[in-house]
Every structure is written in structure tokens, then in C-alpha cells.
């Protein structure tokens, strides 16, 4: 089971960029990154999955090098909205079918500011 | 298109007490999870059903945690008798199930649980 590294907290101002960069060593060939985001009180929420290379969605892109190590998720022109909770998670797509367990790690807790 | 759906969304009970969970999961989806979140930490997987099958309970504490999901769809959680350490956010979420591709997991708001 791929465990993850990400920092405890980041800190931003409105409008700025933020991209949180993630440590998966032990990725295995079959492991996908996913990123979820929570809000306090609230269950996570999917934000973006990828494989390798760069995925774009409407909320945020994801950066995966060649190796496969790291990732990176960044959020462009943040707002006070997205002060939340981020993880990084590795693990094989199709979860249903296998003992694939989630790990979901201490996450980064990201505050925006005015 | 309706949500995960937990009740209740706080319980208070006192230690040694019984206390059961609820979920409704996505209509659909035939995969259902079942989480804990202690304060400060990620979401812990409990458990993990196909359909009405077990996939995966090795973190379950079985001595006093089980859980059931009869007929596929709603699943129940119960904690018997409970700890003070069980004071938890506990949380369901489900996806579409194997063979669906992408296996975004959606979560429900959990169930806020407070042992004293």
C-alpha cells in the first residue's frame, strides 16, 4: 500500500496560485493520484484523478512527472473558499475489485487569506 | 442527483452504551464504505462492501464494531459497547463498483459521534 507525504499546512493570500506537491515513493504500476478536499464538517470531496503526465479539470490541475513520485495539485487563483483540507491519495482505480485501501493520510491543511 | 445520506448527524451516548449508524448510499452505487475520522486526522477506512458482500474489514475492530448492508443498498454501523477513544466522525461513502472505470468515492456529511 503506496503511503503519501505531503506538508502539514499551507498558507495563501486571494487570487495567488497554490500548488501542494505530493511524495509517493512506493507507487505501484496500477495506482492512480487522487485528491480530495475537505471542508470542516463536511465528508471529502473528489477534486481531480490522474495517472501521469497533466490533468486539467474545471477546479484544478494535477501535475504527475515522469517517474511517478511525486505529484503536484495546483489550484490557480485561490479564494477564502477554498481554505480546506487536501489529500493525497495512491491506489488502483477500480478499488471494488480489489483490497485496495484508501489511505488518506494527515492531508494539508490550506488557509486563505484576505 | 441525490447525495450519500447519513443519520444521525451528532450522537451523545455515555461509554459502554450501544450506538448505530446509518447510511443510504448513492442509488446505484454498489460499492459502500464506511470511515472514521478521529479529530486532526484523515478518514480511516472501516469497511468496505460489494454489493452485500464484505471486501474488506481488516481495520474493523471486530470485538466491538460490526456492520451490515443487507440487501445491497443501506448499510448500518454499530458500536457495542462503545469507548471513550470511539468519539469519531464516522463516515459513509460510495461509488459506482468494479468494472465502472474511475472509482471516485462520494462521501455523506457523517455522523459526528461524542463518547463521555
Known amino acids: 500500500l503506496a503511503k503519501t507525504t505531503q506538508p502539514i499546512s499551507m498558507d495563501s493570500y486571494e487570487g495567488q496560485e497554490v500548488n501542494i506537491t505530493c511524495s509517493h515513493n512506493n507507487i505501484a504500476t496500477n495506482d492512480y493520484i487522487t485528491w480530495y478536499q475537505q471542508f470542516p464538517s463536511q465528508g471529502p470531496r473528489f477534486i481531480i484523478q490522474g495517472y501521469k503526465t497533466k490533468v486539467t479539470n474545471e477546479v484544478a490541475s494535477l501535475f504527475i512527472p515522469a517517474d511517478r513520485k511525486s505529484s503536484t495539485l495546483s489550484l490557480p487563483r485561490v479564494s477564502l473558499s477554498d481554505t480546506a483540507v487536501y489529500y493525497c491519495l495512491v491506489g488502483p482505480a477500480d478499488r471494488g475489485s480489489t483490497l485496495g485501501r484508501l489511505y488518506f493520510g494527515r492531508g494539508t491543511q490550506l488557509t486563505v487569506w484576505p | 442527483e441525490a447525495g450519500v445520506a447519513q443519520s444521525p448527524r451528532y450522537k451523545i451516548i455515555e461509554k459502554r452504551q450501544s450506538v448505530a449508524f446509518w447510511c443510504n448510499p448513492i442509488?446505484?452505487?454498489?460499492?459502500l464504505y464506511w470511515y472514521q475520522q478521529i479529530l486532526g486526522q484523515g478518514p480511516k477506512l472501516l469497511i468496505q462492501f460489494q454489493n452485500n458482500g464484505v471486501v474488506d474489514d481488516s481495520q474493523l475492530p471486530k470485538d466491538r464494531f460490526s456492520a451490515e448492508r443487507l440487501k445491497g443498498v443501506d448499510s448500518t454501523l454499530k458500536i457495542q459497547p462503545a469507548k471513550l477513544e470511539d468519539s469519531a466522525v464516522y463516515l459513509c461513502?460510495?461509488?459506482?463498483?468494479?468494472?465502472?472505470?474511475?472509482?471516485?468515492?462520494?462521501f455523506g456529511p457523517g455522523t459526528r459521534l461524542l463518547v463521555l
Open positions: 442509488s446505484g452505487h454498489a460499492t
Open positions: 461513502a460510495s461509488s459506482l463498483g468494479p468494472g465502472q472505470g474511475e472509482e471516485t468515492q462520494y
